[in-house]
């Protein structure tokens, strides 16, 4: 599905992505983890258009997208979810949603939405920016998935949030697996994380540097000490 191949990408003259290379299956979660700096976010940038790679592929269903615009992996199939919850305030959760519809012409499955999110349905007509942080960030995934995409990335989605509705969002993150999309999630709640990833992918400096199921990387020191305060997920 999601297929990335000696991805080089920074700023400027700033490298920040050397060589990396990894892979995300229809129906699967694979998670990236890494200390603050370790590239996550530029590599969802990337990605996603934000920034241009200078090497390497980015190749979706086997269409090479690496460099396009942002409007134009929406309309093939990848949306990206960024940190930070962004939500319109002062649009309707309803409006919010539809305008992730655009790249489908506005046609997005509102009902499949608030089947995952049911708590936005009675609060469809509330300004998006009386919502609590949970709640904005259920309307940023469900303005991703208005448009059906085949793959969604996502960015710290449990950032700031208490641990009942961090569950939630896990919880949904495993409903679209089990419907076909592939999922790639950077996110700092490692444990979270860990506990849905079907894979999981560690990331220094720029580089992929660990690979592997998390029953696997929790046997590592390493990871343990780096990521899990010492203890096993």
Same mark, same amino acid.
């Given at each position: 599905?999601?297929?990335?191949?000696?991805?080089?990408?920074?700023?400027?003259?700033?490298?920040?992505?050397?060589?990396?290379?990894?892979? @995300?299956?229809?129906? %699967?979660?694979?998670?990236?983890?890494?200390?603050?700096?370790? !590239?996550?976010?530029? &590599?969802?940038?990337?990605?996603? *258009?934000?920034?241009?790679?200078?090497? !390497?592929? =980015?190749?979706?269903? !086997?269409?090479?997208?690496?460099?396009?615009?942002?409007?134009?992996?929406?309309?093939? !199939?990848? #949306?990206?979810?960024?940190?930070?919850? &962004?939500? $319109?305030?002062?649009?309707?959760?309803?409006?919010?949603?539809?305008?992730?519809?655009?790249?489908?012409?506005?046609?997005?499955?509102?009902?499949?939405?608030? %089947?995952? $999110?049911?708590?936005?349905?009675?609060? &469809? *007509? +509330?300004?998006?920016?009386?919502?609590?942080?949970?709640? +904005?960030? #259920?309307?940023?995934? *469900?303005?991703?998935? #208005?448009?059906?995409?085949?793959?969604?990335?996502?960015?710290?989605?449990?950032?700031?949030?208490?641990?009942? @509705? =961090?569950?939630?969002?896990?919880?949904?993150?495993?409903?679209?697996?089990?419907? /076909?999309?592939?999922?790639?999630?950077?996110? +700092?709640?490692?444990?979270?994380? $860990? /506990?849905?990833?079907?894979?999981?992918? @560690? #990331? +220094?400096?720029?580089? @992929?540097?660990?690979?592997?199921?998390?029953?696997? &990387?929790?046997?590592?020191?390493?990871?343990?000490?780096?990521?899990? /305060?010492?203890?096993?997920?």
């Amino acid at each position: 599905m999601l297929a990335v191949r000696g991805l080089d990408a920074g700023y400027g003259k700033l490298a920040i992505l050397h060589d990396v290379s990894l892979d @995300v299956a229809a129906g %699967e979660i694979v998670t990236v983890v890494g200390s603050n700096g370790a !590239g996550k976010t530029t &590599l969802l940038r990337a990605l996603n *258009g934000i920034i241009r790679p200078t090497a !390497g592929t =980015v190749t979706l269903d !086997g269409i090479d997208i690496a460099g396009r615009a942002t409007e134009k992996m929406a309309a093939l !199939g990848l #949306m990206h979810v960024p940190e930070n919850r &962004l939500c $319109f305030p002062s649009l309707s959760v309803r409006d919010n949603l539809n305008l992730g519809a655009w790249s489908r012409g506005g046609k997005g499955d509102l009902a499949a939405v608030l %089947e995952l $999110f049911p708590r936005l349905e009675p609060r &469809l *007509g +509330q300004a998006a920016g009386t919502l609590s942080g949970g709640e +904005q960030q #259920m309307v940023a995934i *469900g303005r991703g998935l #208005m448009a059906s995409p085949k793959a969604i990335i996502l960015d710290e989605p449990s950032i700031g949030l208490a641990p009942k @509705v =961090v569950a939630e969002i896990m919880r949904v993150l495993t409903e679209l697996r089990s419907r /076909g999309l592939a999922v790639l999630l950077v996110e +700092q709640n490692v444990r979270a994380s $860990f /506990g849905i990833a079907d894979r999981a992918v @560690v #990331m +220094q400096r720029g580089r @992929v540097v660990l690979e592997g199921t998390p029953a696997e &990387l929790v046997e590592l020191p390493e990871v343990r000490n780096a990521y899990l /305060g010492g203890a096993a997920a």
